[in-house]
């Protein structure tokens, strides 16, 4: 059976943490930011994690156990 092959959008979009769950960046930050308050902007600057019902599917296009 041949190897799978890494998702190449997953790959650029998500990273995994040193427990195995999922990291990803915030929507909402490449324009119209001037409608957005300075606090708004200042949160969607930090990466969260992938909500645990997605965080199956996210590793499945990573090739991650």
Do not use: W, Y
């Not at 943490?17 to 600057?45: C, D, P």
């Amino acid at each position: 059976m041949p190897k799978m092959k890494t998702h190449s959008s997953a790959k650029k979009r998500f990273k995994l943490t040193g427990t195995g769950k999922v990291k990803r960046f915030q929507a909402n930050t490449s324009h119209r930011m001037r409608n957005k308050s300075k606090k708004i902007k200042l949160r969607l600057r930090d990466s969260t994690l992938v909500h645990p019902a997605d965080e199956a599917r996210v590793k499945r296009l990573l090739c991650v156990g």
